[in-house]
């Protein structure tokens, strides 16, 4: 093959390619829907290809269907949630990542809290978005792995375990994600401040899996109780 061969060769392979990559790109052409978010008289309004919500959420897939007025209407309201939060969303359904989409409003210091990553995770479990929730757990946890040079590593306290256990079900990944944290992580001032003592109070279903998180994993042979007792004992 001669040089020239080559050179056209190449440059089929490089057209091919490109038009290959064209026709999966996604063609916005349907219509928009109108996301209102909140719950003041003028609720701030995002609006979304309804192809790229159908596709991702199983949530606006069932609220577009025909039967729906929010099909009718070409408008979705979510009055319990952040517009912070769904914009983080729509910009990330763009192709952003979560650290670039999160509005500054969100960010301390220039990162993401852990409150925050509580909060994405929530309305990504909410909507359905399984990828959604999934980017922001891989996220998340690389955030913690890896602070900005002289940052201090903060884990997810109460509130962020308070935000997870009350919208989420029972095994829900990132409920585990937490009883880890806490179960390796731990430190005992987290349950002694009267803070979070109280705190922990509010969510007996973490508590339980913290416990069977930290319990031994293998049987310990029976040991005798009574020469243990005086610890039992009040002090006289």
Request: hydrophobic share 40%; glycine share 4%; charged share 25%.
């Amino acid at each position: 093959m001669t040089n020239k061969s080559r050179r056209n060769a190449g440059a089929w392979q490089l057209l091919e390619s490109t038009r290959q990559q064209a026709l999966t790109l996604p063609r916005y052409t349907c219509a928009i829907i109108t996301v209102a978010v909140g719950t003041n008289e003028s609720p701030d309004e995002f609006r979304v290809h309804e192809d790229l919500l159908r596709e991702h959420s199983d949530f606006f897939e069932a609220a577009l269907n025909n039967q729906w007025k929010e099909a009718q209407e070409r408008k979705i309201t979510l009055p319990e949630d952040e517009p912070d939060v769904v914009d983080t969303y729509v910009q990330w359904l763009y192709g952003s990542t979560i650290e670039a989409a999160a509005p500054s409003a969100m960010q301390i210091e220039g990162r993401i809290t852990n409150r925050i990553w509580a909060k994405l995770y929530v309305f990504g479990d909410k909507i359905q978005d399984r990828v959604f929730a999934n980017a922001v757990m891989e996220a998340w946890t690389a955030a913690l792995d890896s602070p900005p040079p002289g940052a201090i590593r903060t884990f997810p306290d109460i509130r962020c375990i308070l935000t997870i256990y009350q919208h989420t079900t029972p095994g829900n990944p990132a409920r585990k994600f937490l009883v880890h944290v806490w179960a390796a992580y731990r430190k005992l001032r987290w349950m002694e401040e009267g803070r979070h003592k109280n705190s922990l109070l509010e969510c007996p279903e973490f508590l339980l899996d913290l416990a069977r998180a930290t319990a031994p994993k293998v049987d310990e042979p029976y040991r005798d109780l009574y020469p243990m007792h005086g610890q039992w004992l009040y002090e006289i």
